[in-house]
Each structure stands twice: as C-alpha cells, then as structure tokens.
C-alpha cells in the first residue's frame, strides 16, 4: 500500500514479520525459470525425477547442517515431503503414462500449495512458500540446472533484499553476517522465512504489494514501513526512530536486571514455570527470583516408559544446582486430566477432569509414586527445594502425601541414603479447597488459575465455543485468589499463582489488588512482567 | 484398546492435540517420522467421520488440518502395533517434545 509521495522518496506499509532496522542498496531477487523440459521415454523421466529429488534432499540436508537449530528443524518438513511416497508415488504414475518429469513434480506440487493458499488458517497458508520453494529446487535441477544449489549473489552489507516470497532455504544463502533487511511483496508474519528472520534479528515486512525498482531503500520492521530512494529528511527520521527502538529495548533490559520488583512499597517476588530442565536455556531465566513451577509429566514420556529413581533424582538435582540459593517448587506428577499417561492415567473414564488425576492418582499409585518421592527426598538434601501437590480436595489428602513422604524419607534413612522431607504445598485449583483453605496445613499455596477457573466457571478450558464465558477475572475466581491470599498472609504461608494469568499483562494488576506478591510466569514473559509492575508502581496504567 | 476387522485385530488410541498450532509441519514431520519406525501399518484421523489416513505420510498428515484440542485416533495393525499407537499417543500427548523422539 502507497503511503505518500509529497517527500523525497516512496514508502510502503506491509506487515511486521520481524523487528528491527534495516539501511542500504535495495535488491531484488527473482526465483528465475529455466526452459520447459523435453519429454523422454517415460522410464528416463522417471530417473530424471528421481534424480532431481535425491539432488534436493542432498541440498536440503547440507543446507540443514550448516543453519542448524530452528532452521534445520523447517528444512526437515521438506525432507520430509521427498521420502513420502504417498505424495511421490502418484507422480511417478503420471510420468508412466507420459507426462514430463518437470510438468508432473510441477502440477503436484500447484496442487498441494494452491491447497495450502486456499486454507483459511494462516500457519497452514504459510506453509506454501515452503513446497514453492521445494518445487522450483527440484525443477531448477529437471530443467538442466547445475545440482549446486543456485547462489544468491553474495549482498553488500545492510542490503535490503526485496523478493515476492522467499522460502527459508533461499532465506539461508543469503549472507546476512553484516545485517540488512527483508521486503516481501507477499509472505506470511508466521512464515518459517519469519521464523528464520526473527531467531537471526533480521528485520521483515511481508505483504507489502508492488514495488517500484529503487537504488536505496530504509526498512523499519517496527512499523512495517519501506521507505525506497529516501531524502535527507527521512533518514534523518529514520535513525531517530531506530536510536528510540534501541533505547525502549534496552530498558526493557535494564528493568529485568533490576534485583527486585516492587508495587506499593512490597516486594513482588516473580519466578519463572518450567516444563522441562531445558527451559533454564531461556536468556531471562537468570533474572527470575526462583522456580514457581517445575512441571514433571515430561518425565513420563521418556523412551523408556516410566523414569526410575536415579533419573528423577539427575534432573531435580540438575535444576536444584541451576538455582543454586534460590528456591525451586517442584510439583509431583499433574497426569490425568487432558494430560493422558498411557499405562499411568485411566482409561475410558467418562469425565477425566472430574476423574481420577493429579495427586488422586498417585495415590492410588503408591508403588510409582513413592518412585518420585524418594527421587524428591534425595533431592532436598541439594538445594532450596519445595515440593506441591497438584489438584487436592481435602486435607486429608495433603496428610496421606505427607505420611507416604515421611515414610519415604526414613526408608532412604535406614537404608543410609541421605534424604530430608522438604517443605510441602498445594495447589489450590479446586474450588472446595480454595473455600476451606485454612483447614490445610500447608507450607505454602500455589494458585492453579486456569483449572481454578475452569472448575469455578464450569467451562472446559479447551472448549473454544465457551469464548468468554471463560473469563479468569470473574469475580467469583478473583473471590477464592483473594480469599487464598487473606489466608496466606493470616498464616504466614507464601501465596504464589502459577497459572496463565500471571504471565498476562492485563491480568496483572488485578492480581496484585487480590493481594498476590508471588507470580511464577513463563521465562520469556518475565520481563514484560516485570515492566507493567514497575508501570504500576510508578503510576502508570500498566497497559 | 484391542479390536478386531476384516484386516484382523488391530489396536486404537485417542489423544487430544494440544500443540498450540495445531497438526502443523513441525509437529506432522515428528508424527510421521515417529510412525516409520513401526512395521504396522497405522492411520490416523481427527474425527469420527473423516477417513483414516496413512500416518506415515506427512502430506496426508498435514492435510488432516487437524486443529488445537482436536481428538487424533489412531488405529494400528501388524505386529508392533500396540507399542506404536502407545508411542504415537505419547507423542501427542506431551506436546512432540525435540528430545527423546
């Protein structure tokens, strides 16, 4: 979309596929067609193809190894599309009955990405540049192109390279090592290109229409703008809105360094959720006050079934030693549910969120539970650690666990093996034991928001015909937060909630007002926390 | 869940996608490639009405659209059958982790 024309130079609007800055030489690249290709015998053509494809694969793979990480894992869907015979058989069948090689791989893969376009889900329309791409690297190399994949002309630095779409292997031949930026006339924010462009900082706008040719251009993939052949003014414009971009990030920074955040003269302590040991890799990590939530289904789905004790025992340690001081809250298996454990979780059970699950099930699994508490109690002995039980009703539930580790400790005892009972809490999502909470003995509290709220508003919260009937700030859920925390504060047990809410800005503030001081969020939602407590407490709207 | 057909007994899973996205590329080429590692023949489908497809082919995978908290059955006959609807579920289950699969 044409912006204006009164300045020196054209600009553009298109959407943000990655933020950032981008100032040089404008070039274009085209995907650039070969000739048609002459059909031989069919047995040749089928050979051709053949060929082509393990030439691809070939490219593919090496491109693959060189990006590495979240590149490699994209190239792998196209791999993935060569070795699949039920989408290569049909095309070795029309080859047999005399089509061209170029002309069959060609009309199979129209097919599959008009599909794609034609879908109303945005991932999936993203997905087309990916079999584009792979249909013109096998056709470049049926129609006599060297089996080299073709070379973008190594870029000036700071280029902004302009293409109608460009698919991530194209994305990755591309030298970005002294920067630039990426326009797209068509292209998808949640593209893999995108991906690719974001992971590597690169800024991109995509959909940005027809372009004129140009000499020079400022891509500002802030506001989604190109700006081609500017004038002294709007550079001038420019390098002041990158210097600003610069600065904002750089406090977003500087507040997530800051020990400690604070609303109303109180601490307010944010830890981080975890699934699993590789989530302390997050860069943000380092700053959280200490693990809210250390979830440990992911321990079940092992190759191996079921983990043993010594497993367990590796992976709390190693997160135990990550936190070093800081306090680390385990929670025992959360399975059952909408989180089915084959040979764990029952089966066929009409209503598994009413079911058996959570700490129900483990104890009626003692002989797998008490796996994961000696695991547990070895553990304590490492670090500052704290253990929760998932979905409890009743007190009595709280003092079966505390025996069966009690129990467990003084086995490990007995047997010579260093072990402790840590401190021992619950979550509290079940709304009967938010309304009774000070008949629990617990060490601490850990709201469950979103089963809290799925069991107060009795909605399903993976039913998205519900829309906001599922809403975490009813007030009948904000009630039992309040009435959690009262508690808390009476009882000197700390109050943390682990949920989705935490990790959402506009929740935040309620929140707080219901007497929250502990929120365990997910890593890469810690400083943006971090920033609308800081915005409150210094009065602002915290939007 | 143990049953039997024409094409003899086979085993059958359910499981709830609860990928953020849905049974896209990253998720369908984990599928798929997790499904080839069985001898039996598996299909997948993601709901009562729509046709069984061969979970070993990541186009027709990809084609399932199957979106966010939609029910994958699964239904495998051959040998391994019951060790590749459990693997499959578990796949699903826990979200297609990048390590152990």
New interface residues.
């Given amino acids: 979309m044409m912006m204006r024309a009164d300045v020196a130079g054209l600009s553009f609007r298109g959407r943000t596929a990655s933020i950032g800055f981008a100032r040089g030489p404008f070039i274009r690249i085209s995907a650039g067609e070969n000739g048609e290709r002459v059909a031989g015998e069919p047995q040749d053509e089928a050979l051709a193809l053949r060929e082509a494809i393990q030439a691809s694969s070939e490219q593919i793979a090496e491109l693959a190894s060189a990006a590495g990480g979240e590149a490699a ?2 190239l ?2 196209q791999v ?2 060569l ?5 290569i058989e049909p095309i070795f069948a029309d080859i047999s009955q005399g089509a061209a090689a170029d002309k069959a791989w060609s009309s199979a893969l129209d097919e ?1 990405i008009a ?1 794609y376009t034609s ?1 109303s ?1 945005e ?2 329309q993203a ?1 087309s540049s ?1 079999l584009a791409d792979l249909r013109d690297r096998v056709l470049h190399i049926l129609r006599g192109g060297e089996t080299q994949a073709p070379k973008i002309p190594k870029t000036p630095g700071g280029a902004v390279i302009c293409a109608d779409d460009l698919p991530p292997s194209r994305f990755l031949e591309i030298d970005w090592s002294a920067g630039g930026g990426l326009a797209l006339l068509r292209g998808s924010p949640t593209s ?1 290109v995108a991906m690719l462009a974001r992971a590597r900082g690169i800024p991109m706008v995509v959909q940005l229409g027809a372009l004129p040719d140009a000499a020079t251009a400022l891509l500002d993939g802030e506001s989604a703008t190109l700006e081609l052949d500017p004038g002294t003014e709007q550079i001038t414009l420019f390098e002041r809105r990158r210097e600003a971009h610069r600065k904002s990030r750089a406090s977003a920074r500087a507040i997530l360094r800051r020990p400690a955040a604070t609303w109303r003269g109180e601490r307010i302590r944010l830890l981080i959720n975890i699934q ?1 040991v ?1 989530d302390l890799e997050h860069a943000d990590a380092q700053y959280a006050d200490g693990i809210g939530l250390m979830r440990t ?2 321990l079940l ?3 191996d079934g079921m983990p043993d004790e010594e497993t367990q025992y590796r992976v709390y340690d190693a997160v135990l030693r990550w936190a070093d001081k800081k306090p680390v809250t385990i929670r025992t298996f959360d399975a059952g549910g ?6 764990f979780t029952p ?1 066929g059970e009409a209503n598994p969120f009413l079911g058996l699950r959570g700490l129900r099930l483990c104890l009626v699994r003692p002989d797998l539970f008490k796996v994961q508490l000696r695991a547990l109690a070895r553990a304590a002995m490492r670090g500052n650690l704290k253990v929760m039980f998932p979905m409890v009703t009743l007190p009595a539930e709280l003092e079966a666990a505390r025996a069966l580790f009690a129990e467990t400790v003084a086995d490990l005892k007995a047997e010579g093996i260093g072990a402790m009972l840590p401190e021992l809490g619950i979550m509290v999502e079940v709304p009967a034991a938010a309304m009774a909470i000070g008949d629990f003995k617990a060490a601490f509290f850990s709201i469950g928001s979103n089963d809290l709220a799925q069991y107060v508003l009795a909605c399903d919260r ?3 015909a519900l829309g906001t009937l599922m809403d975490p700030l009813h007030p009948a859920v904000l009630e039992l937060i309040v009435r959690t925390a009262e508690h808390g504060r009476r009882a000197g047990a700390p109050v943390s909630l682990c949920g989705d809410m935490a990790s959402d800005p506009h929740c935040v503030p309620q929140l707080l007002y219901c007497g929250l001081r502990e929120l365990s969020v997910n890593a890469p939602s810690l400083a943006q926390i971090k920033q609308t407590i800081d915005r409150l407490s210094h009065g602002g709207s915290g939007g | 869940m143990l049953e039997t057909s024409a094409d003899g007994p086979f085993v059958t899973g359910k499981v709830r996608l609860i990928h953020v996205v849905g049974m896209h590329a990253r998720p369908a080429v984990k599928l798929t490639k997790l499904a080839k590692r069985f001898q039996a023949q598996i299909s997948i489908r993601a709901s009562e009405t729509a046709d069984w497809i061969n979970a070993k082919s990541v186009a027709k995978v990809m084609a399932l659209r199957a979106p966010r908290d939609s029910t994958i059955e699964i239904k495998a006959h051959g040998e391994d059958a019951e060790a590749a609807v459990a693997a499959l579920i578990d796949l699903v289950a826990t979200d297609f982790p990048d390590t152990g699969a």
């Fill in positions: 894992q994209i792998e869907f993935a599309l070795e699949d015979e039920d989408f599959q599909d879908a889900d991932y999936l997905r990916d893999h699993r590789e289904e992911f789905s092992g190759p909408d989180k089915p454990v084959a040979g089966e993976s039913n998205g």
